[in-house]
């Protein structure tokens, strides 16, 4: 099993900043990419910045410029820089993974998410 485990997630004013980690532990072969989604109330679920087990990067328009997605591969562990917060930001954050597991005499990737952490930005 896979899990992974979120934090870093609070309540800041406008202009403030946070810093995200998400470490993945268990039964993992490797990682392929990880990635920040967010999910603001009555929002679809929606990508924020995502980055390959190689270091490329990609970004939502939203948030470029003012985040920073990375990763420590040694550590299994993504993070996730905001700075610059805006109210609109607010939404809760879940992190996730691309995961290689070695089950049954099998190799497979499947995705696996955190349990979100939340991000108020007060105005």
Not at 48 to 74: E, H, L, P
């Amino acid at each position: 099993q896979v899990q992974l485990v979120e934090s870093g997630g609070g309540l800041v004013q406008a202009g403030e900043s946070l810093r995200l980690s998400c470490a993945a532990s268990g039964n993992i072969v490797s990682i392929n990419a990880m990635g920040w989604y967010r999910q603001a109330p009555g929002k679809q679920r929606e990508l924020v910045a995502v980055i390959t087990s190689g270091g490329s990067t990609n970004y939502a328009d939203s948030v470029k410029g003012r985040f920073t997605i990375s990763r420590d591969n040694a550590k299994n562990t993504v993070y996730l820089q905001m700075d610059s917060l805006k109210p609109e930001d607010t939404a809760v954050y879940y992190c996730n993974a691309h995961v290689q597991v070695y089950r049954g005499g099998i190799y497979y990737t499947a995705p696996y998410w955190g349990q979100g952490t939340q991000v108020t930005v007060s105005s």
